[in-house]
């Protein structure tokens, strides 16, 4: 048994009982409903503020973004404009491809012996794919849940609900992209419990924001079909945080407050945790740059002088013996001078 997972799991359990006690119970509504929330906001933009500050302040000198193809070179040779940018077009086709579609990660094979001789490799699909359906559902539950926080409900959020509640079974519909992100995060999990490799590397601090995350679609999914949580105050109570004027409607369960409580936490511990490649995406040095390596010569300004012995001083200090020896030269030797030394 991974102890791993298994204090994540607690971990997050025990959360989100504190949350439900604390309500039902001590009748701390006041803080699970509005200071740590407004805490949590805090946590998350001063946190989130001051890491992507701290990229943007660490030193590049040298252009090291990560290449898959051919590099600019000569004019007749093809070069990879996308995998291999050398201009700010290329760049940024690059990054949108890699933000929107994981390229990189679609492209991710996997090692292994078959026959215990034979070494073969492998398309991962299915994590690509998994991750993609994540991502892409983990962002229509966050702006869909934006309608909570706005009032009149703009006519997107409007669209996006409709789409995403396209399938119609009972009352109220059911929306996709819950599951999805549900069904995403399960695979992701097993993937780190049953792969032995991925299980050796994982840490505590990989399994938490899963286990997060997947409590925080569990709740909603369960308020949403089973308990049908009180959405007019729910609203009431998300519009009096965003109006800083907040009320606590009496008609508000406990299980909300532990819904509530698991997004508060998940937004304070994510400008801590890996979850942070969100921003560092945008900074990292692999993907931003352009190589344009052969083109200019990237100096690092951090280098102490140094006497240099370039190749012209080189071959003014050797050309008569390199010569002599038949190895080629850039200028030849002055006319007469290995006669007047015989």
């Known amino acids: 048994m991974n102890v791993?997972?298994?204090?994540?799991?607690?971990?997050?359990?025990?959360?989100?009982?504190?949350?439900?006690?604390?309500?039902?119970?001590?009748?701390?509504?006041?803080?699970?409903?509005?200071?740590?929330?407004?805490?949590?906001?805090?946590?998350?933009?001063?946190?989130?503020?001051?890491?992507?500050?701290?990229?943007?302040?660490?030193?590049?000198?040298?252009?090291?973004?990560?290449?898959?193809?051919?590099?600019?070179?000569?004019?007749?040779?093809?070069?990879?404009?996308?995998?291999?940018?050398?201009?700010?077009?290329?760049?940024?086709?690059?990054?949108?491809?890699?933000i929107l579609l994981f390229r990189s990660l679609f492209r991710n094979t996997k090692a292994r012996l078959k026959g215990g001789e034979r070494l073969s490799y492998e398309w991962e699909k299915w994590l690509w794919l998994a991750a993609l359906i994540f991502h892409y559902a983990f962002f229509t539950v966050i702006v869909r849940h934006f309608r909570f926080f706005l009032e009149p409900v703009p006519a997107p959020l409007k669209w996006l609900q409709s789409v995403d509640g396209f399938l119609q079974i009972g009352l109220?519909?059911?929306?996709?992209?819950?599951?999805?992100?549900?069904?995403?995060?399960?695979?992701?999990?097993?993937?780190?419990?049953?792969?032995?490799?991925?299980?050796?590397?994982?840490?505590?601090?990989?399994?938490?924001?899963?286990?997060?995350?997947m409590g925080i679609a569990v709740s909603g999914i369960f308020m949403r079909y089973i308990t049908k949580v009180d959405v007019v105050s729910v609203k009431a109570l998300t519009m009096g945080l965003i109006t800083f004027k907040p009320v606590l409607p009496e008609t508000v369960g406990g299980l909300f407050y532990g819904h509530f409580f698991l997004v508060s936490v998940l937004l304070a511990y994510f400008p801590f945790s890996k979850l942070m490649h969100l921003g560092g995406i945008f900074m990292s040095p692999t993907r931003n740059l352009a190589n344009t390596s052969r083109e200019i010569r990237h100096i690092n300004p951090w280098n102490y002088p140094v006497k240099v012995h370039t190749y012209e001083e080189y071959e003014d200090e050797f050309r008569e013996k390199m010569v002599e020896a038949g190895l080629p030269v850039e200028k030849e030797p002055a006319t007469g001078t290995s006669q007047e030394k015989e």
Do not use: H
Not at 185 to 200: D, E, G, K, M, N
């Open 172 to 213: 109220p519909g059911v929306l996709i992209s819950g599951f999805a992100l549900l069904a995403a995060v399960i695979f992701l999990f097993l993937r780190r419990v049953f792969i032995p490799q991925v299980r050796y590397i994982s840490l505590a601090s990989d399994y938490f924001p899963l286990f997060l995350i």
């Open 4 to 98: 791993n997972y298994i204090a994540s799991l607690i971990t997050v359990v025990v959360l989100f009982l504190i949350a439900y006690v604390g309500t039902q119970v001590v009748g701390l509504q006041v803080l699970f409903g509005i200071v740590i929330p407004y805490l949590a906001l805090v946590v998350f933009l001063a946190g989130f503020i001051a890491r992507v500050l701290n990229w943007a302040r660490s030193p590049v000198p040298f252009r090291i973004p990560t290449t898959c193809g051919q590099q600019k070179s000569l004019p007749w040779i093809p070069s990879a404009t996308v995998d291999n940018p050398s201009t700010t077009g290329g760049v940024i086709a690059r990054m949108a491809v890699e």
